[in-house]
């Protein structure tokens, strides 16, 4: 099989494509020729040395698939050879051969592209979990989503336009405004050149927000707590914050990391607050969850509800520019990789 490599913390440079022996799934597992496979932020982090979570390198990282089946480990009922799935990787998506556990797999629909198909399961399962099951998004409230333009910004977008009149509020560089208000975001912010914080505030009357997604971290999260509303929720779900550029800056992540806000119970009982923490990596012992979750998405995509956004298809041979083409925030959605 060909996969995607980190050889080392570093650069896109350090990415390299290389050949070994074929997988056999084992018991419970099911084995997929991969046609379409997600990046995410979070594997831009692991190339740079970054993400705990990731295997030490070298590593193949990635974290979600489309394929089709082409072997079947024992016990595994209800997915045949030849059936196009979808399916969650921890880690080794990055390749295109994969053994997936039985339980993260699921059959596509017939008309969902690979490409869509690779696009939807991390960013659209974390955007679901945040507003669905941790949040309980309600008609009206008004949501403050941070990387809006990025793959999860977008599929919270969608999401939030199931609901009746939820407000959104987005940040992103201003060339993805337009795009922004396509997906349905009331007020984009160019966090470049605004303070979006104070932009918050005068767009809600000094109010504030119901909801803050944030994945951004440090400092932000402090910022976010003063931008709730009382009853409202910050969600913490990834810490941008420490990347920038290609390579790790020791001095920004001290920074970042003492900006982390401390917080109470107290504090949290007397403001009326709740801060909640999401790490899709973390659930994977909950399949039922994810899998209850996936389910409810492919429904929501057949309604026509939810899009995925692909902003570019790479070949492995090209997942440098891939990887550049998120570090230097030029993407719009989610940027796949195809075998
Ligand atoms: N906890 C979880 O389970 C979970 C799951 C998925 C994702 N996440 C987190 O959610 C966030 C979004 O992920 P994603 O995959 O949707 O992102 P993505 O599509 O790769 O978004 C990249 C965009 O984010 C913006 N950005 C803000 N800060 C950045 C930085 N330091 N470096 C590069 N770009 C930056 C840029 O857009 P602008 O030009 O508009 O700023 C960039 O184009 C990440 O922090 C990720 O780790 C968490």
Not at 150 to 162: D, H, M
Not at 232 to 251: H, K, M, P, W
Request: charged residues 25%; proline residues 6%; neutral net charge.
């Amino acid at each position: 099989m060909r996969a995607i490599w980190i050889t080392k913390a570093g650069g896109p440079e350090v990415l390299a494509v290389r050949e070994s022996p074929d997988p056999e799934p084992g018991r419970g597992e099911v084995r997929i020729a991969v046609r379409a496979a997600g990046l995410n932020f979070a594997e831009v982090m692991a190339r740079q040395g970054l993400y705990p979570d990731a295997p030490k390198p070298p590593c193949v990282v990635g974290y979600e698939v489309a394929g089709v089946v082409d072997a079947l480990g024992a016990e595994v009922t209800g997915l045949e050879v030849g059936q196009r799935v979808l399916a969650l990787v921890r880690f080794g998506g990055h390749a295109d051969t994969v053994c997936a556990s039985a339980e993260r797999v699921l059959p596509m629909p017939d008309d969902l592209s690979f490409t869509e198909g690779a696009a939807l399961p991390v960013n659209y399962l974390t955007a679901y979990h945040m507003l669905f099951r941790v949040a309980n998004l309600r008609p009206a409230d008004r949501v403050l989503v941070h990387m809006a333009a990025g793959g999860v910004g977008i599929a919270v977008l969608q999401l939030c336009r199931t609901v009746p009149e939820v407000v959104t509020f987005g940040t992103a560089s201003a060339a993805k405004h337009a795009v922004l208000r396509e997906e349905g975001c009331t007020h984009p912010i160019d966090y470049r050149t605004e303070d979006y914080g104070a932009r918050v505030r005068e767009l809600t009357g000094g109010e504030g927000v119901d909801l803050v997604l944030d994945p951004l971290g440090g400092r932000d999260w402090k910022r976010g707590l003063g931008l709730l509303r009382p009853v409202g929720q910050l969600i913490a779900y990834g810490f941008a914050n420490l990347s920038t550029g290609e390579r790790r800056s020791v001095r920004r992540l001290v920074a970042q990391i003492t900006g982390v806000p401390l917080l109470t119970p107290v504090a949290m009982m007397d403001r009326n607050r709740t801060v909640s923490g999401v790490n899709l990596g973390h659930l994977w012992g909950r399949s039922d969850l994810l899998r209850e979750e996936l389910a409810a998405l492919l429904d929501l995509w057949r309604a026509g509800a939810i899009r995925p956004r692909v902003d570019g298809v790479y070949p492995f041979e090209e997942a440098a520019a891939a990887h550049r083409r998120i570090g230097e925030r030029r993407n719009i959605g989610k940027v796949v990789l195809v075998p």
